[in-house]
């Protein structure tokens, strides 16, 4: 089994995430948690950035940071939507990573390193008409074509937060399938 670092969302560690978290916990992972925003959830993306603006964007990240730094380095990272940011970052430059998890998000490689590092295994999940997966879609695509292990799922769809079933941007059949192949990946790490 495998013990998972996943990171929420800019709505915050809502149900739905932890929902979600619960669902790998309950298939014998262990899933970590951590709170960026300190117990507040937002209605909406617009709302939970402007907390992250105001709080600092670097700022959240390096607690996110920390929060791996309290944990073994044999982690799989995992975020959603702005907590890619985090789990990509540590999955390229943290030694010992067993894989990563992106999901509605995926920035440039270069932004952390050369390269993705060797023997690391990746998904990408997103919809394929949401907006703001679509601005990291040629990120995505440069990352799978660069490694052997890194693989990209494309949703129909618009959401953005769909694997979310606390929002009323959840997509039960999209999230499910999202779910399937999370838990094949977390078997094969």
Same mark, same amino acid.
């Given at each position: 089994?495998?013990?998972?670092?996943?990171?929420?969302?800019?709505?915050?560690? *809502? !149900?739905?995430?932890?929902?979600?978290?619960?669902?790998?916990?309950r298939a014998?992972?262990?899933?970590?948690?951590?709170?960026?925003?300190?117990?507040? *959830?937002? /209605?909406?993306?617009?709302?939970?950035?402007?907390?992250?603006?105001?709080?600092?964007?670097?700022?959240?990240?390096?607690?996110g940071a920390?929060?791996?730094?309290?944990?073994?380095?044999?982690?799989?990272?995992?975020?959603?939507?702005?907590?890619?940011?985090?789990?990509?970052?540590?999955?390229? *430059?943290?030694?010992?990573?067993?894989?990563?998890?992106?999901?509605?998000?995926?920035?440039?490689?270069?932004?952390?390193?050369?390269?993705?590092? @060797?023997?690391?295994?990746? @998904?990408?999940?997103? #919809? !394929?008409?949401?907006?703001?997966?679509?601005?990291?879609?040629?990120?995505?695509?440069?990352?799978?074509?660069?490694?052997? #292990?890194?693989?990209?799922?494309?949703?129909?769809?618009? @959401?953005?937060?769909?694997?979310?079933?606390?929002?009323?941007?959840?997509?039960?059949?999209?999230? /499910?399938?999202?779910? !399937?192949?999370? @838990?094949?990946?977390?078997?094969?790490?």
């Amino acid at each position: 089994m495998a013990e998972v670092l996943l990171y929420h969302h800019i709505q915050g560690l *809502t !149900e739905g995430v932890r929902a979600f978290a619960d669902e790998l916990r309950r298939a014998g992972h262990t899933v970590h948690t951590p709170d960026l925003f300190d117990g507040r *959830t937002f /209605a909406g993306i617009e709302e939970g950035f402007g907390f992250a603006r105001d709080a600092g964007f670097e700022a959240i990240r390096e607690r996110g940071a920390a929060a791996a730094g309290e944990l073994g380095s044999d982690l799989v990272y995992a975020g959603f939507s702005f907590g890619v940011m985090i789990a990509q970052r540590l999955a390229q *430059t943290r030694p010992g990573a067993r894989g990563a998890l992106l999901m509605y998000s995926c920035v440039p490689v270069c932004e952390f390193g050369e390269s993705w590092p @060797q023997g690391v295994p990746v @998904q990408i999940h997103g #919809t !394929e008409g949401d907006e703001f997966f679509e601005e990291d879609l040629p990120a995505a695509r440069e990352l799978v074509e660069s490694s052997p #292990t890194a693989e990209l799922f494309t949703y129909p769809g618009d @959401q953005h937060l769909f694997a979310d079933s606390s929002l009323d941007a959840h997509d039960p059949e999209a999230a /499910a399938l999202l779910m !399937e192949r999370v @838990q094949a990946f977390l078997a094969s790490v």
